[in-house]
C-alpha cells in the first residue's frame, strides 16, 4: 500500500525533472520560452543542473523512506493489537483457571494472582491493591511463611516444590505447587498454583477406612478360623484318644505315632501344610480298628490267619469311614497306605517304592518305631539299641531309607 504523502513528493520530484528536460529540450529548438531571461552564467548553469538532478534523486528516496516508514507503522499498530489481544487472552486464561494460581517474586511479594485466589481468600482482583501484599498474609493469616512451605523451599533450592495443605478455617485439602520461571531479564518468579484436592481426600479416607474395617474383618475371619481350627484339632485329638482307648495296650498310641511323624517331617524339612495333614493322618491311621474286635487286639497269642486277615482291613475300613467327611481328602492315602512296605510285602494293596504316598511311608517309621518301643500284650517294649538296629535292618525292605536316616538322626541327637 502506497503512502499519499510519498506519492506526492515522488510525482513533485518527477514533475521537476520533466519541466529540466523540457528545458534542455528547448535550447535547441526554436520555441523557447526562456530566451527572454538573461543567460544564466557557466557556474550557476552547473549548479542549476545539479539541483535539478539531486531534487529529483532525493524526491524519490524520500518517497521510498516514507512508504517504509507508513509500512513500519502499519505493522506496529498490528503488532501492539496482536499483544494487547495475546495479554486479553492470556488474562482471560489466568482469570478462568479453575485452581489458585499466583505470580510471586523472591520476597514472597505477590504480583498478580487470578480471579479464583481472590474469590478464594476475599482479596481484592487487582493487581495494584494487591502490590506489595505477602503471599503468607493472604493465605495464612500470619506474618511469615508456615513449615514446609513449597514456595520458600523452591526459592531455596531453585526447583519446583510439592506440598499438601489443610485449611482448617475452610475445612479443605490443598495441594500446593511452586514452579520457578527465569524470565528475560535474568529474574525469577515463582508460579504458586493451590489445587483443592478436599473430594479426593475424602474418597481416600473414605478406602481407608474402608481397608481398615476390612483387616478387621480378616483379623476376626482368621482369629475365628484359629478357634475353629483349635476345636476341629481338639476334637481329632479326642476321637485319636477314643480309638485308643479300645485297648489299654494302644492308650496314647496315635499321639505318640503323630509327635514322632510330626518331628520325622520337621527334620526333613517338609511344608508346614505337609505337616499339618501328616499330623491329622497320624492322629486317625488306626480309625479302622473301630470295626476290629478288642479280643484281638488284646490277644496275648499268635494271631490266626483269619484273626490276621481281619486286622489287615482297618487301613481299607478307615479310608471308607473317613472318606465322607469334606476336607479329609488327603489325608484318605496315607491312612489307606500306612502298612505299604518298601519292598512292596505290605497291605493291603502291595505297593512298593515311590508307589507308596511318601507321607504313608513316612507314618510307616513313625507307627513301627511308637509300636517298638511301647508295650504290647505279646512282648515288652522293646531296648533303644535293638530299636534302632532293626530301624537299622530294615531299611530299604520295610521302611524307606531316607526316612529312616532322618529318625535316627533325631535319635542320635536326643
Request: proline residues 3%; charged residues 25%.
Given at each position: ?161 510439592v506440598s499438601e495443605y489443610y485449611e482448617a478455617s475452610m ?244
Open positions: 500500500m502506497k503512502s499519499k504523502l510519498a506519492i506526492f513528493v515522488t510525482l513533485s520530484g518527477w514533475l521537476i525533472f520533466s519541466l529540466y528536460i523540457y528545458h534542455e529540450m528547448c535550447e535547441y529548438t526554436d520555441f523557447y520560452i526562456f530566451k527572454q531571461f538573461p543567460l544564466m552564467g557557466q557556474q550557476f548553469e552547473i549548479f542549476f543542473h545539479f539541483f535539478i538532478l539531486f531534487t529529483f534523486i532525493v524526491a524519490n528516496i524520500t518517497g521510498y523512506l516514507i512508504n517504509e516508514r507508513e509500512k513500519l507503522l502499519i505493522k506496529t499498530q498490528q503488532s501492539e493489537k496482536q499483544l494487547v489481544h495475546a495479554a486479553n487472552e492470556w488474562r482471560t486464561t489466568f482469570d478462568s483457571m479453575p485452581y489458585s494460581v499466583m505470580l510471586l517474586d523472591k520476597e514472597f511479594n505477590i504480583m498478580r494472582l487470578n480471579k479464583y485466589t481472590a474469590n478464594l481468600f476475599g482479596v481484592s482482583h487487582h493487581e495494584k491493591l494487591m502490590l506489595g501484599k505477602k503471599c503468607y498474609e493472604i493465605i495464612h493469616q500470619k506474618n511469615s511463611c508456615i513449615d514446609n512451605c513449597p514456595v520458600a523451599e523452591s526459592i531455596k533450592n531453585g526447583v519446583s516444590a475445612n479443605k485439602y490443598f495441594k500446593i505447587t511452586c514452579n520457578p520461571v527465569i524470565r528475560e531479564d535474568s529474574n525469577v518468579v515463582y508460579i504458586h498454583s493451590m489445587i483443592d484436592i478436599t473430594d479426593i481426600k475424602e474418597k481416600e479416607n473414605k478406602l481407608v477406612r474402608s481397608r481398615d474395617a476390612f483387616f478387621n474383618m480378616l483379623k476376626d475371619i482368621d482369629s475365628a478360623y484359629k478357634e475353629l481350627r483349635g476345636i476341629y484339632n481338639d476334637l481329632v485329638v479326642a476321637f485319636s484318644e477314643v480309638i485308643d482307648a479300645k485297648s489299654p495296650w494302644t492308650k496314647g498310641h496315635s499321639t505318640g505315632v503323630a509327635g514322632h511323624a510330626v518331628a520325622i517331617a520337621k527334620q526333613m524339612g517338609l511344608k508346614e501344610t505337609d505337616v499339618e495333614t501328616l499330623k491329622i493322618a497320624s492322629l486317625l491311621h488306626d480309625i479302622g480298628k473301630i470295626g476290629t474286635y478288642d479280643v484281638i487286639l488284646d490277644k496275648p497269642d499268635k494271631l490266626t490267619d483269619d484273626e490276621i486277615r481281619l486286622i489287615k482291613q482297618h487301613p481299607v475300613k478307615g479310608e471308607e469311614i473317613l472318606k465322607p467327611i469334606k476336607g479329609l481328602e488327603r489325608i484318605l492315602p496315607i491312612v489307606r497306605s500306612h502298612h505299604e512296605k518298601f519292598d512292596g510285602s505290605g497291605y493291603p494293596d502291595g505297593l512298593k517304592g515311590d508307589e507308596i504316598p511318601f507321607l504313608a511311608r513316612l507314618l510307616c517309621v513313625a507307627d513301627s518305631f511308637d509300636s517298638m518301643t511301647s508295650d504290647r500284650p505279646y512282648r515288652a517294649p522293646c531296648t533303644r539299641e535293638y530299636t534302632l538296629q532293626e530301624l537299622k535292618q530294615c531299611a530299604g525292605t520295610h521302611f524307606d531309607p531316607e526316612i529312616v536316616e532322618a529318625l535316627l538322626q533325631i535319635l542320635t541327637n536326643k
